[in-house]
């Protein structure tokens, strides 16, 4: 019972931390105060759909990135997964540089976008009880990408419950 609510309490804590922040992958290193590593499990041009072309401000059909991977962090000498990241990107909207960084397929959306003056607009932070292949979920998190006012790309995030088994947290600064 007290892990219980020892998970709750740390759930609450890293949701509102999620709301005011301007990078997910960011948040999620200072929470396990470990580095963590990018996945790709897939990066693909496609037509984006009706929802996420009124959210990203483009045309129906245009082409975009849809991109899905994992955080992971380094435990026992194995990678595990922390979170689930995926994005619907305008790559069209972004430098030559990311570009080329987001086609790398190494580096996290919000790395990549730090560096061009990125701003997260958090839709939506909520508790999750699912599980699925990587274990149990705590939250998950949907958001819109700007840089200098455009909308960028469509995120949503899972966090894993192994996030807290894994992580080193004790009380972030609140300068995150």
Do not use: C
Not at 25 to 42: D, H, K, M, N
């Amino acid at each position: 019972m007290q892990y219980e609510n020892d998970v709750e309490s740390k759930v609450r804590t890293l949701a509102a931390l999620l709301r005011d922040t301007d990078t997910f992958t960011g948040t999620i290193a200072r929470w396990l105060q470990a580095p963590v590593e990018y996945s790709s499990l897939r990066h693909e041009y496609r037509p984006v759909t009706a929802e996420y072309a009124s959210q990203l401000d483009i045309p129906l059909g245009s082409n975009v990135v849809f991109r899905r991977g994992y955080l992971e962090v380094r435990s026992l000498g194995t990678r595990q997964p922390v979170a689930e990241v995926s994005a619907v990107v305008v790559d069209h909207r972004l430098s030559r540089d990311a570009r080329q960084a987001l086609d790398s397929k190494k580096v996290p959306l919000g790395l990549i976008l730090s560096r061009q003056g990125v701003r997260r607009h958090t839709q939506s932070v909520t508790p999750s009880s699912a599980i699925d292949a990587n274990g149990p979920q705590v939250l998950r998190v949907a958001a819109t990408l700007t840089v200098a006012g455009e909308p960028v790309a469509a995120v949503n995030e899972i966090v894993y419950r192994q996030l807290f088994d894994l992580g080193h947290h004790s009380l972030i600064s609140p300068t995150i």
